[in-house]
């Protein structure tokens, strides 16, 4: 069963900056979209970015201008480069990696930005 792996979570004061990553414990072949979202204490869970496997990315409009998705398809990875946190991006992020069969979730990793 493949599981995503998610690194990179943590504490940052606002202004500051994290860097996610999310890789698979097996190889997922035919990814079309990987994307990250996230789930903010008591609201629902939403898209923060997301790239094709041509390299279209979509941003969610909170966050455009600060967070930047990138992936290695060599290596089935995707991150998310999270600049001039705000304390409103704390949430859990979620890793999504979708292909023509399956949608697989990582287990989430809490970013929490303090004012």
């Known amino acids: 069963q493949v599981q995503l792996v998610e690194s ?24 079309n979209t990987m994307a990250w979202y ?3 204490p008591g609201k629902e869970r939403e898209l ?25 398809n060599a290596k089935n990875t995707v991150y998310l480069q999270m600049n001039s946190l ?5 949430a859990v992020y979620y890793c999504n990696v979708r292909n023509r069969i399956q949608t697989y979730w990582g287990q989430g990793t809490q970013v929490t930005v303090s004012s």
């Open 48 to 72: 923060v970015a997301a790239i094709t496997t041509g390299a279209s990315t979509n941003y969610a409009d909170s966050v455009k201008g600060r967070f930047t998705i990138s992936r290695d």
């Open 86 to 90: 705000k304390p409103e991006d704390t």
């Open 8 to 31: 990179g979570g943590g504490l940052v004061q606002s202004g500051g900056s994290l860097r996610l990553s999310c890789a698979p414990s097996k190889i997922i072949f035919n990814i």
């Open 38 to 40: 996230r789930q903010p």
